[in-house]
C-alpha cells in the first residue's frame, strides 16, 4: 500500500519508467536491425499451446504458439518436428506417433519484436475409462447392467503412459482426480485411486464423469457421459424342466405349452440385489383381476388354465422408497386346448 | 388185543392225516405268502434289471420333447447325406468338439445336466452319462472331453461343477450310460473359461471389491491369483496359447474394451468399440471383432496384433462367428437378415429379438467374405445362430439355435 507522503518518490519512478520505454520503443522502429537484437531465448515470452491438451496415439494435435510480448502476426515463425520442418505460421498441425512415442517440436519466432523459440515434447497418452453399473441382471446374463433409478456406476480407469522403454507406469504410482459433472471428488481423487463409485443421474438424467491422471512426464483426462435409463420389464416362461427360459422372451402375444405354467418377472437394471428383494413391490393381475403372487417369490406367478383361451397378464413393479423407480408390462399368453384342462368358465386360477 | 391194534392204527392214521394236513397248509400258506413277498418285491423293482434307455438319446430326450411339443420318436429325422442336422430338439446348454479321427460332439442337456455324444457321420446319438443335474444354464465341454456345468440354487447362488465322463463309457459304444465324476469349484463364479491347451480353468469370482480372477487346474487346485477388478461384467475368453482375454460385458452403444492378461498382471489393450463383441483366434493373434450402435451392426478383422482393422461387409456380431482350424484365418459366421431392434445386442442377450441367420465364410486375410449357406431351403424356422464351433477337421460347424436352444450341425462342403 502507497501512503500520502509515497506520492512523490512513487510518481519519480513511474515518469523514468516511462520515458524508458517511450525512447525504447523510439529506437526499436527507428533501427530494425537493433530490434533483432532482443533476444528472449530463456525466457518463457513464447509458449506452445496444444489442442487437444491430451493427444493420444496417432493423432493429430494442433500447436500454437502463444507470446505476450511478441508480435507473432508480424514475425517470421518457423515449425521444426524431429528436427525437421514441418511448416510455419502461428499454428501448426501435427501427427503423432503410436503410444509413448516421443515427438519433439522446436518453433522459432523471429521478427520485429524480438528473437525467441520454445519447445515441447509431445508423448502420447491414453486412458480407458470403464464403467459398469451395480443394477440387477439375472445370472449368465451376456451383457452389461446398466444405471437404473438409484443405482450406483463403477468407474475404473486404465492409463496406458509409456516409457520410452515400453514399459507402462503402474497405475499404483498415478495421481488420479475425480470430476463428476465438473465438481471433483476430493474423497475419491489421489494417489493410486484408479476407480470410483457415484451414484447414477437420477431418472433420464446424465452424468458426466472425467478423471484427470497425472505423473513425472505423462499426464492424461478421460470422461464418460452415462445415462439414466428406465428398468426393464421382460417376462419368462419357468420351466420345472429347464428353469427360467432366459433366451426366450415372451412378446406381447405368446403361447402357452402347459395348461398350469409359472411365469418369471425380470426387472433388468433394477437398483436390488434380486428380483425378490423385499424393496420391490409387485402387483399381477390376469384377465382385469389381482393376484396374489407367493411372498416369498413375488417376481413369479402361476397360472393354472382349466380350459382354453387368453389370460391377459400384467404386471407393475413399484419401489417405495424410490418415487422415481417404475416398470410395468402386459402380456397376452394363449393356452391351447392341448394344455388346458376341461371345463369351467372361469378359466384361469 | 385185536381192538387194540385196530385203534393204534386208527391213531397212526389219524396222525398221518393230520399231519399231512398240516404240511398241505403249510405249503399253502407258505406258497401264498411267497407270491406276496415276490409280488411286493417286483412292484419295488427288487431283482429286476437296471432300467435300459429307450433308444441310444433315452427317454429324458423324449419326455423333454413332448412337454415342448415337438415330434417324438427320435432325434434325427435327417439323412447324413443332409447338410443341416438338427442334432436335439430340445434345449442344450453347451456343447464342445472331440479330439480324435471322426469328428465327434458331445453336448450337455440343460434338463438334466446329461452329456450326449453326436457323430455327424452317421448321425449317431449316444447318452455318456444318467448322472442327473438339473437346470443347467451354462456348459462348456473341451476337445479332452472335460465338462463344466453351471447352474443357480433356490438362493441365487451361482454352481459351478467340473468333471469328466468316466471313461468305461467311451470304450464301447453299446456301454450303459455312466456318471459324470467331478467336483464343485467354488460358489459365486461369475464368468468360467477353460484353456483348450492345458489342464487348466480361468474364472472371475466375487469379491467384496469386485472380482478376482484366479487359475485353477479342472480340480480346483493349485489356485493362483492373476488379477483383480472393481468391475465386476467381463466375459473371459481363452486365446489358445495359454493366456486369457478379459472382455468388458458389451452394451449396446456404450464403449467396450478388450484386453490381453500379461504374464505380469497387466493388461495390453486389445480391442476397444462402442458394443464391442470379441473373438480372438485360437492359432494366430488374428481377431473378429463386432461393434452394435443404434440397430447397426459391424464386424471387423485384423489379420495379426500389428495390422489395421478391416471393416468386413457383412453386419453380425462376433458372437455368432467361429474361428476355422489353424492359421488359415478362415472363419465362419452367422449373419442376420435383419436385426429388428434399435439396440440389437441388449435385446439379443435378454431373448427379446431373434434373428434368421445365413452362414458367411470370413477370410480374415484378404478380409472378404462368402456366401457359405442360406439354411431356408432346409428348415422352416429361422436359425438364430449362437456359440458357435468349428470341429479340429474343419468339416463341421456346430450351434445352437438362440430361439429355443436347440442343437444343430452343419457341413461346411456343400
Same mark, same amino acid.
Given at each position: ?289 389381482? $393376484? ?40 397376452? $399368453? ?16 | ?6 385203534? /393204534? ?6 396222525? @398221518?392225516? /393230520?399231519?399231512?394236513?398240516? /404240511?398241505? +397248509? ?50 434325427? %429325422? ?21 479330439? +480324435? ?64 465322463? @468316466?471313461?468305461? %463309457? ?10 459324470? &465324476? ?14 483348450? /491347451? ?22 480346483? &487346485? ?78 471387423? %478383422? ?36 435383419? %436385426? ?25 486375410? @484378404? ?26 477337421? +474343419? ?9 429355443? &436352444? ?9
Amino acid at each position: 500500500m502507497t501512503g500520502e507522503g509515497d506520492c512523490p518518490r512513487y510518481n519519480a519512478i513511474m515518469l523514468r519508467t516511462l520515458i524508458a520505454l517511450v525512447c525504447g520503443g523510439i529506437l526499436l522502429a527507428a533501427s530494425p536491425a537493433l530490434a533483432q537484437q532482443v533476444n528472449f531465448t530463456g525466457t518463457t515470452a513464447l509458449t506452445i499451446s496444444a489442442s487437444p491438451a491430451h493427444p493420444g496415439p496417432n493423432s493429430t494435435v494442433e500447436l500454437t504458439a502463444e507470446s505476450p510480448l511478441l508480435d507473432l502476426a508480424a514475425s517470421d515463425i518457423k515449425w521444426d518436428v524431429n528436427g525437421s520442418p514441418v511448416g510455419s505460421g502461428q499454428s501448426v498441425q501435427v501427427k503423432l506417433g503410436s503410444l509413448g512415442q516421443r515427438t519433439d517440436v522446436v518453433v522459432s519466432v523471429s521478427g520485429g519484436s524480438g528473437n525467441d523459440s520454445a519447445e515441447v515434447v509431445l508423448v502420447p497418452t491414453s486412458i480407458d475409462l470403464l464403467w459398469e453399473a451395480d443394477s440387477y441382471v439375472p445370472p449368465f446374463y451376456l451383457g452389461r447392467a446398466l444405471p437404473g433409478s438409484g443405482s450406483a456406476i463403477r468407474l475404473l480407469a486404465i492409463p496406458h503412459f509409456v516409457r520410452p522403454d515400453g514399459s507402462e507406469v503402474a497405475s499404483s504410482g498415478i495421481t488420479y482426480t475425480w470430476k463428476v459433472n465438473g465438481a471433483v471428488l476430493k474423497a475419491q481423487s489421489g494417489v493410486g485411486e484408479s476407480s470410483v463409485v457415484v451414484p447414477a443421474a437420477i431418472l433420464y438424467g446424465s452424468d458426466t464423469v472425467t478423471v484427470d491422471a497425472a505423473t513425472t512426464g505423462f499426464s492424461g483426462e478421460a470422461s464418460v457421459v452415462v445415462r439414466t435409463g428406465d428398468p426393464q420389464l421382460v417376462l419368462y416362461d419357468d420351466s420345472p424342466l429347464f428353469g427360467i427360459l432366459y433366451h426366450r422372451a415372451l412378446g406381447s402375444s405368446s403361447g402357452a405349452a402347459e395348461a398350469v405354467t409359472s411365469f418369471a418377472a425380470v426387472p433388468y437394471f433394477v437398483d436390488a440385489p434380486s428380483p425378490n428383494d423385499p424393496n420391490l413391490a409387485y402387483a399381477w393381475s390376469v384377465n382385469g383381476s389381482a $393376484v396374489t403372487a407367493d411372498p416369498q417369490d413375488p417376481s413369479e406367478l402361476t397360472i393354472n388354465a382349466q380350459s382354453q383361451g387368453i389370460a391377459q397378464v400384467e404386471l407393475s413393479v413399484s419401489k417405495p422408497s424410490d418415487p422415481f423407480f417404475s416398470a410395468s408390462g402386459a402380456w397376452q $399368453v394363449a393356452f391351447s386346448a392341448a394344455g388346458a384342462g376341461a371345463g369351467g368358465t372361469n378359466v384361469f386360477h | 388185543m385185536k381192538k387194540y391194534m385196530t385203534l /393204534l392204527r386208527l391213531v397212526i392214521t389219524g396222525i @398221518a392225516v /393230520l399231519a399231512l394236513g398240516a /404240511l398241505l +397248509g403249510w405249503y399253502y400258506f407258505l406258497h401264498g405268502a411267497q407270491q406276496q413277498v415276490t409280488t411286493d418285491s417286483a412292484a419295488r423293482s427288487f431283482g429286476s434289471g437296471a432300467p435300459s434307455f429307450e433308444g441310444t438319446a433315452g427317454s429324458t430326450y423324449q419326455n423333454a420333447a413332448s412337454t415342448l411339443g415337438e415330434s417324438v420318436g427320435g432325434v434325427s %429325422t435327417s439323412t447324413p447325406a443332409a447338410r443341416l442336422w438338427e442334432v436335439s430338439q430340445v434345449p442344450v446348454a453347451g456343447l464342445g468338439w472331440q479330439n +480324435g479321427s471322426v469328428p465327434t460332439l458331445r453336448f450337455v442337456e440343460r434338463s438334466s445336466g446329461n452329456v450326449l455324444e453326436a457323430t455327424p457321420s452317421d448321425h449317431g446319438i449316444m447318452r455318456l452319462t444318467d448322472t442327473l443335474r438339473p437346470e443347467i444354464y451354462a456348459a462348456l465341454i473341451t476337445l479332452d472331453g472335460s465338462v463344466l456345468e453351471r447352474s443357480v440354487d433356490d438362493s441365487g447362488t451361482l454352481i459351478t461343477f467340473a468333471g469328466n465322463v @468316466a471313461t468305461t %463309457t467311451e470304450t464301447s459304444a453299446t456301454s450303459s450310460p455312466d456318471m459324470l &465324476q467331478g467336483v464343485e469349484l467354488p460358489q459365486g463364479i461369475r464368468t468360467i473359461a477353460a484353456d483348450p /491347451l492345458s489342464d487348466t480353468l480361468y474364472y472371475a469370482i466375487a469379491q467384496p471389491s469386485g472380482i478376482s480372477l484366479v487359475s485353477t487346474n479342472w480340480a480346483g &487346485q493349485k489356485e493362483k491369483q492373476l488379477y483383480s477388478s472393481p468391475l465386476t461384467q467381463w466375459r473371459l475368453i481363452t486365446d489358445g496359447d495359454g493366456g486369457v482375454v478379459l472382455l468388458q460385458a458389451p452394451a449396446d452403444g456404450v464403449e467396450g474394451y478388450a484386453y490381453r492378461l500379461q504374464k505380469n498382471g497387466s493388461l495390453s489393450l486389445v480391442a476397444q468399440a462402442p458394443g464391442l463383441t470379441l473373438l480372438p483366434d485360437a492359432s494366430t493373434t488374428a481377431l473378429l471383432f463386432g461393434t452394435s450402435q443404434g440397430g447397426t451392426l459391424s464386424l471387423f %478383422t485384423q489379420s495379426s496384433a500389428s495390422a489395421s482393422p478391416q471393416r468386413l461387409s457383412i453386419q453380425t456380431v462376433a458372437d455368432k462367428c467361429a474361428w476355422g482350424p489353424g492359421k488359415s484365418l478362415t472363419a465362419y459366421c452367422g449373419v442376420p437378415t435383419q %436385426t429388428g431392434s434399435q439396440q440389437f445386442l441388449d435385446d439379443w442377450y435378454k431373448g427379446i429379438v431373434h434373428t434368421s441367420d445365413t452362414f458367411y465364410e470370413v477370410d480374415a486375410q @484378404a478380409a472378404s467374405t462368402t456366401l457359405l449357406y442360406d439354411p431356408t431351403g432346409d428348415t422352416q424356422n429361422g436359425l438364430d445362430v449362437e456359440d458357435p464351433m468349428v470341429d479340429p477337421s +474343419g468339416q463341421y460347424i456346430a450351434f445352437t439355435n438362440a430361439a429355443d &436352444q436347440s442343437l444343430w450341425i452343419l457341413r461346411i462342403a456343400p
